[in-house]
T-cell receptor
């Protein structure tokens, strides 16, 4: 069954520093992978997605992620953190059940940006 | 504007009471989903519906019920059998139920609190 693991439930970076949020996946089929962002008391917003085209995917707000099959990873990066990047980030993989399609979400990483 | 609306934003439940959370979408999406979010546990799937008049249990369906009488609407009832209902509830939708999922769109959420 498909799943994702997010390493590090809390990450702190200084403003202007590199952001790196880690996600490893497990999948018996070529996965579709997603990163979502959630601000306090709000729904989730799609940052970017990998659906088997280019392995380096660019998203909104300057984020990007690289699909690495050999490492079963899909880490999220941003070269320079901004205060507005402070939020919860979720990695997800699509999962097919015999009753239909679903997403499986990781447990999330809370990003703090230090001024 | 197209999107997903959830109401109410906050909901209070008394002991032994059933409460219903509303989710409406005008994106003409076939599939709809309900998730429960607890701190440190990410999103867990409660129920999902791939098409009108059909729905499937997710990973934590006990104590919850749903209906899908219209394409636009997917209400969630938290029954008195759900002993720990305090959580943030998120509704999502996706365009189609055949083929692989390429994106889920999320509503703003409902926070349920127990009195």
């Amino acid at each position: 069954a498909q799943s994702v693991t997010q390493l590090g439930s809390h990450v702190s970076v200084s403003e202007g520093a590199l952001v790196l949020l880690r996600c490893n996946y497990s999948s018996s089929v070529p996965p579709y992978l997603f990163w979502y962002v959630q601000y306090p008391n709000q729904g989730l917003q799609l940052l970017l997605k990998y659906t088997s085209a280019a392995t380096l995917v660019k998203g909104i707000n300057g984020f990007e992620a690289e699909f690495k099959k050999s490492e079963t990873s899909f880490h999220l990066t941003k070269p320079s953190a901004h205060m507005s990047d402070a939020a919860e980030y979720f990695c997800a993989v699509d999962r097919y059940a015999n009753t239909g399609n679903q997403f499986y979400f990781g447990t999330g990483t809370s990003l703090t940006v230090i001024p | 504007d197209g999107g997903i609306t959830q109401s109410p934003k906050y909901l209070f439940r008394k002991e032994g009471q059933n409460v219903t959370l509303s989710c409406e979408q005008n994106l003409n999406h076939d599939a709809m989903y309900w998730y429960r979010q607890d701190p440190g546990q990410g999103l867990r799937l409660i129920y999902y519906s791939q098409i009108v008049n059909d729905f499937q249990k997710g990973d934590i369906a006990e104590g919850y019920s749903v209906s899908r009488e219209k394409k636009e609407s997917f209400p969630l009832t938290v029954t008195s059998a759900q002993k720990n209902p305090t959580a943030f509830y998120l509704c999502a939708s996706a365009g189609r139920y055949t083929g692989r999922l390429e994106t889920q769109y999320f509503g703003p959420g409902t926070r349920l609190l127990v009195l």
